[in-house]
């Protein structure tokens, strides 16, 4: 049984008042969030459209937080350079679709940035075995990518248990983050298996009291006798 580490939470801004997005960081931030998720959709990759890095630099301006972008578009490549100069900490790209995700990551880090992986549900822990000695995050989506406020998929369970085990075997400190359906039921399970990184947006965003909200997803059941994780 993996060891239970307390979670990074990261409240995604998919869920979060458009019209009102720098107190909605703001009020992230102030509420005890590790990182802020942002998902970036290009009606094309995912069927749903977000934003760019005009919005990755707009929200720089109000946190200090890590920015954890999740980039779900296809070309990938020609827009990292940008989304590092906005202001992203962490820039995800999805293994499926880009036959050069080699590439891709190889941009993140010489751009200085954390390089992080998505796997959609469908798609086999195969795909990462020969990019693990680039990658610093997994995102492994516990939802079909597009949108917020669907169901967690508990067929991605015994993936992320694997992924766990891929990442360990490296020897090297690679997060596990899972993204889709976290709320207070679905993050102890994720973390069983080994997730180390919550993103949440309805779980978040889309509660009263985010303090609260990002407190009840941090001390799942399992996680007190265990020490913090460093937040970035
Ligand atoms: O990448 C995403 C969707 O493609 C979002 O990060 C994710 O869905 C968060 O929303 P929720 O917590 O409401 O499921
Ligand atoms: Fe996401």
Redesign the pocket.
Known sequence: MPMLTRPLIAP?I??ADFARMGEEVIAATEAGADWL?L?V?DGHF?PNMTFGPGMVAAIRKHTAIPLDV?L?IDPTDPFIEAFAKAGADHIHVHVEGNPHVHRSLQTIRALGKKAGIAICPATPTDMLQYVMDLVDIILV?T?N??????KFLESQVPKIRMLREMADMTGRDIRIGV????DAHTAPVAMAAGADML?????VY?QKDYAAAIAGLRHAPGSESQPASPAS
Request: hydrophobic letters at 40%; glycine letters at 26%.
């Open positions: 995604s998919l869920s998720h998902d959709m995912v999740h779900m989506m939802v990518p597009g949108f917020g406020g669907q993204d889709g359906g976290i993103v949440a947006g309805t779980a889309g």
